[in-house]
């Protein structure tokens, strides 16, 4: 019964590390698409600093698998696009669960944010055709529907909001100038 228990415990921990991979291989796809790397060749350096992801065939290398995806997003110099978790890594290194938790929260919390916006991305599509004179610049994005609605207003109140802060701190300071 306790072997039992314990092989179904190592079977979700491989298939947990399991998952890691592709969401490697999503998240270094975002990062070079969305232009994320503040050097050229960065993540290519990385990934030749840090190897390829190990194989997770026990628990331990799970643990491997979880610790590479720390190097990966969090890696020196940094891309600024992913929580730091290199230090609770180390620190629950000998609990693999709470090691591939850790992993899998951090990768996909930094997918969602380099995940390009896709009002900005029709918007970016859009420009460069205009820019391009009718060349084809590519595939035509999904047209975002209300969602570049909500990021125009966005960016309306932003304007508005800079606006007011600007004319409240230099508005002041043109009528003593004018009094001169």
């Known amino acids: 019964d306790n072997s039992e228990s314990m092989q179904q415990q190592q079977q979700h921990i491989l298939k947990m590390a399991e998952a890691l991979e592709p969401l490697a291989e999503k998240w270094m796809t975002l990062v070079r ?12 350096r990385c990934l030749q600093d840090i ?16 610790l590479w995806i720390g190097a990966l997003i969090n890696p020196l110099p940094g891309l600024g696009v ?6 609770a890594l180390l620190e629950h290194a000998q609990d693999p669960v709470k090691c591939l938790e850790i992993a899998t929260d951090g990768i996909r919390q930094s997918m969602d944010y380099v995940k390009p916006n896709a009002s900005i991305v029709w918007i970016r599509y859009h420009i460069s055709l205009i820019f391009a004179f009718g060349r084809n610049v590519g595939p035509v994005p999904i047209f975002p529907g209300w969602q570049l609605l909500r990021t125009f207003v966005q960016f309306l109140v932003s304007v508005f909001i800079c606006s007011f802060l600007w004319f409240l701190i230099h508005g002041s300071k043109n009528e003593v100038l004018s009094e001169l």
């Open 82 to 87: 992913a929580p730091e978790i290199r230090p």
């Open 51 to 66: 190897g390829p992801i190990p194989v997770a065939f026990n628990c331990p290398s799970a643990v491997d698998r979880a």
């Open 33 to 44: 698409e969305g232009r994320w790397q503040r050097h050229r060749g960065q993540l290519t």
